[in-house]
Every structure is written in structure tokens, then in C-alpha cells.
Nanobody
Framework: EVQLAESGGGLVQPGGSLRLSCAAS????????MSWVRQVPGKGPEWVSE????????NYADSVKGRFFIARDNAKNTMSLEMDSLRPEDTAEYYC????????????WGQGTQVTVSS
């Protein structure tokens, strides 16, 4: 059974930081490109960041570039998203997803973790 479990979300003030984690199991994690995707109610998903299977290539949406940083540890089947200088518009449910920005919609999704940026 493919499982992706996000954690680390919560309430944070504007300008604050959070680190999200994703624990993967049930598939060969190290062979998959991975993404972080976020979604707000009533709107479609927004791709945030991707990392290649080996971790050597990363890309970011313009809206988070320079503030968010993606990483993975294939030995532990985990992926993370460090989020700095958070803004209210970063408020969303964040999902760990298999695939990169071009194919994540066909991938596996976790249950998500809520990030709320508010004063």
C-alpha cells in the first residue's frame, strides 16, 4: 500500500517559518521524482516545488522561490519543505505528491497538512 504522510503544519505568524515533512512507504521512493503541492478550498492545486529522484535537481514556483527549500533523504524515505518568510497567501493544505511538476496530477497524494499564516 502506497502511503504518504505529511506532518509539520500549523498556525504561524507572517514572517515565520515552518518545516513540513513527508514519510513515504509502500513504493520505491528513491526512484520517484517528488513534489509539494498546495491547495485552498474552492481552487485547484498549485504546484509548489519538485525534487528529482536522486535529489540533484530542484525547482520552485515563482511565488515561493527564495523562501521555500525542498530536500529528501532517500535512505529514510522522507522529504521535507522548509518554509521561511511565510505570507498569508501561503495558507493552504500542503500535499506530498509523487511525480514532478509535469505529471504530479497523476501521482499519489498524501492526506495533507494544513498551514495557516495569520496574525
Amino acid at each position: 500500500e502506497v502511503q504518504l504522510a505529511e506532518s509539520g503544519g500549523g498556525l504561524v505568524q507572517p514572517g515565520g517559518s515552518l518545516r513540513l515533512s513527508c514519510a513515504a512507504s509502500g513504493f520505491n521512493f528513491r526512484t520517484y521524482d517528488m513534489s509539494w503541492v498546495r491547495q485552498v478550498p474552492g481552487k485547484g492545486p498549485e504546484w509548489v516545488s519538485e525534487i528529482s529522484a536522486g535529489g540533484g535537481v530542484t525547482n520552485y514556483a515563482d511565488s515561493v522561490k527564495g523562501r521555500f527549500f525542498i530536500a529528501r533523504d532517500n535512505a529514510k524515505n522522507t522529504m521535507s519543505l522548509e518554509m521561511d518568510s511565510l505570507r498569508p497567501e501561503d495558507t493552504a493544505e500542503y500535499y506530498c505528491v509523487t511525480g514532478g511538476r509535469m505529471d504530479y496530477m497523476a501521482g499519489y497524494w498524501g492526506q495533507g497538512t494544513q498551514v495557516t499564516v495569520s496574525s
